[in-house]
């Protein structure tokens, strides 16, 4: 019999089996990552709760009335009754709990507003990124500190989806409709703390009672997220036990496979089906790469940068790292991304960037620019341009326009090193540069550190943290050593793979 579990929208998204262990292994400490994780969204949520309106303004209607719901449990949940009862127009910490289609489930909307027909919009706070800007589209959006006494207008942005916010407001949505009290419409706010973008809650419902009505699991499947979870001290040797083909295949990856009968990382091998079957087998012999092609090369020029951008989540470039071969030379700022001195520090960059292609041109020598998987770069240098355009620098460099980055980034002068790798070679486990370069035999000093560590480094590298000053120092050099071990790692994989990828077995045989 299946067990009877309280749900909450995170258990609907990724792991199913993740609520089934959280229900066996209650008082499992979360790891390091989560409890980051879980720090990052407090601090997003404090920011939003203080940005909040705490009473009118002379010109807005007198009657206004903000509630926090204090406690935990039963006392939480008649807590929010009492708020909605006094027709409270902003409540924060609001809990309700409610079943559907016979499961029970658990919603926590971040804030939740009344509008002017006495209905309430449920607000989420989230640190995706939800919308980008868009010329020609409207949004309905208010300013943060206007939610409960304002009205939305229309800007230009396009949302982007994320399930588990949706299931978010699609579940408070719900939770108010019991009361008489839905609004049909809720809001979220991004990394972008001061504006909340509306949106149909009722778009979710359907989605959202599939996902209520799924059976959960009972045996694990690995997943990406089983790398951060607190679980896997149990589920890491029950799959290795069974062998399970998730174990090479996470996720839906393994699912023609199973289709087929094939749910060990043995049947794969032995079912002969050319390269899953020797994926399988290198996965076996603990190779990570492998060669699809007969010699593996790579293009050289004359003057060659690598280059690896470090961004804040969605609000900013802090750091472009270049490295010529010899040099490491950062583009960086600790201070304010989104002001001048990102602007200035992204100026900056492109101006020493453009005085080493045009000396390259001038004496008639090849250039080329270098990064691993560009799809970061490309959002940045552009991203910039378009936001700090016109921007001149302390020093006189200029801001590019935006054509002059697409002009870049579409030229042959800019390369793709990750491209090259995924035409040529294979890898049971993916071909990251972490998982390449040692290929190549480089190492990173901060072997320890990666994207999502570098974001919380990057908190107390900023100050954003109470950090002593000594800590905020070994922070901004940590952030300095990895991005300068990835501009070097680079460097070495393209030397590497021009050599032919030396010590890489082929696919088959
Ligand atoms: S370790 Fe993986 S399979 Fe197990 S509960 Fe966590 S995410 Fe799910």
Known sequence: MELDIELQPSDLVGCRYRAVQRHLFADRAPTEATVRRIERAEAGKARVLALLPDGPRPW????????????????????????????????????????????????????????????????????????????????????TSRLG???????????????????????????????????????????????AFLVDTGHYQAALST???????????????????????????????????????????????????????????????????????????????????????????????????????????????????????????????????????FAEFWAWLNSVRDDARARGLGFAAFCYARHGENHWLSTSARRFAGHVSPAGHRVPPEAEISAFISSDEWVDVFAAVRSQLVGPRGLGLKTVAPQAGFTWAEADLDGEASVDLYRIAAGHTDAAPDEVIEARDRLLSYNGDDCRATSVVRAWLAAGAPGTPPLMG
């Not at 027909?117 to 995706?128: A, D, Q, T």
């Not at 003057?303 to 472009?320: F, K, N, S, T």
């Open 60 to 143: 807005d209607p007198p009657r206004f009335h903000r509630v926090h719901v204090d406690g935990a449990g039963d006392e939480a949940e008649f807590g929010t009754l009492e708020a909605l009862a006094a027709q409270a127009t902003i409540i924060t910490g609001a809990v309700f709990t409610g079943v559907s289609g016979g499961r029970r489930w658990r919603s926590t909307p971040d804030v939740l507003i009344r509008d002017t027909e006495g209905r309430y919009l449920p607000v989420i706070v989230s640190n995706h990124r939800i919308a980008r800007p868009e010329e020609g589209r409207r949004q309905r959006v208010i300013a």
């Open 149 to 195: 006494l304002g009205t939305p207008s229309t800007a230009g942005y396009r949302l982007r989806h994320h399930a588990v916010d949706g299931y978010r407001l699609g579940l408070a949505a719900r939770a108010l409709a019991e009361f008489g009290l839905d609004s049909g419409r809720g809001a979220a706010i991004g990394q972008d703390r001061e504006l």
């Open 211 to 345: 996902a209520l009505a799924a059976p959960l699991p009972d045996r694990p499947r690995r997943l990406k997220e089983c790398g951060e979870c607190r679980f896997w001290f149990d589920c890491g040797p029950r799959l290795t036990a069974a062998d399970d083909i998730s174990l090479l295949f996470p996720g839906d990856r393994g699912e023609p496979y199973r289709q087929r009968g094939i749910g060990t990382v043995a049947e794969l091998i032995d079912a002969d089906l050319g390269e899953p079957s020797a994926l399988a087998a290198a996965w076996r012999e603990r190779i990570p790469v492998l060669r699809r092609v007969g010699r593996v090369t790579a293009r050289r020029f004359d003057v060659e940068i690598d280059i690896d951008v470090e961004a804040y989540l969605d609000q900013g470039a802090y750091l472009w790292g270049t490295y010529d071969g010899r040099d490491y030379r950062p583009f960086v700022t600790w201070g304010g991304l989104g002001t001048t001195a990102e602007a200035d520090t």
